[in-house]
């Protein structure tokens, strides 16, 4: 079966540190997402792939990225981890009849 | 601004006892209102798409209804099992979905 998997499932880093969160899909869609979610704020889109080399910013970018090298895989690289990345990051992949999520990566930073 | 608001944020209700969730947005264009189920620990899971006001969809004991300002999800005779958070998303772009803050349902036995 097709599915999205994220890892890790959870992550403890320190203030200032690089961190990368793995998203690998099977489902062959083009368009891949990362969201946080946090209390009172619900999902919010953090970067947004239409396909391979493609990348683009959502509302609240700053301080991550993402490289599209092959249609399976958006990594998340936090460039350096502060306190308020602390949250719960999602990532998902569609097609043209909405998302499918993977499981979500609890980060920490102390 | 686009925007989505759900209400209640949190709603119990004992097993059987009927009631309906609420989705209301502001955006321009909408493309398809979505509703997920979130259980603790995992990724949404998608429950439905609607596209248009006067459509409605069904699955088990849920019903999803649209007009032009609102979405509800109507859950009848609940059970322990539909626990969860249901959030509801609209499509304002091409992919471009604003999420709203869940209501958290928890169903006494």
């Known amino acids: 079966d097709a599915e999205i998997t994220q890892s890790p499932r959870h992550k403890i880093t320190e203030t200032g540190r690089q961190v990368t969160l793995a998203c690998h899909q099977t489902w062959n869609h083009n368009n891949m997402f990362w969201y946080r979610q946090d209390l009172g704020h619900g999902l919010r889109l953090i970067h947004y792939s239409y396909g391979v080399q493609d990348t683009n910013k959502g509302e609240v970018s700053d301080g991550y990225s993402v490289s599209r090298s092959n249609t399976e895989d958006l990594p998340l690289t936090l460039e350096s981890a502060a306190s308020s990345q602390t949250s719960v990051y999602f990532c998902?992949?569609?097609?043209?009849?909405?998302?499918?999520f993977g499981s979500g990566t609890r980060l920490t930073v102390v | 601004e686009d925007q989505v608001t759900q209400s209640p944020e949190a709603l119990r209700l004992q097993e059987g006892e009927s009631s309906s969730l609420n989705c209301s947005y502001t955006?321009?264009?909408?493309?398809?209102l979505f509703w997920y189920r979130q259980d603790p620990g995992k990724g949404p899971e998608f429950l439905f798409t609607?596209?248009?006001a006067g459509e409605e969809k069904e699955k088990e004991r849920l019903k999803a209804t649209l007009t032009k300002k609102e979405s509800f999800l109507h859950i009848t005779a609940p059970k322990p099992e539909d626990s969860a958070t249901y959030l509801c998303?609209?499509?304002?772009?091409?992919?471009?979905?604003?999420f709203g803050t869940g209501t958290r349902l928890k169903v006494l036995a």
């Open positions: 998902a992949s569609s097609d043209d009849y909405g998302y499918t």
């Open positions: 609607l596209y248009s």
């Open positions: 955006v321009s264009g909408l493309r398809g």
């Open positions: 998303a609209v499509q304002a772009g091409t992919y471009k979905y604003i």
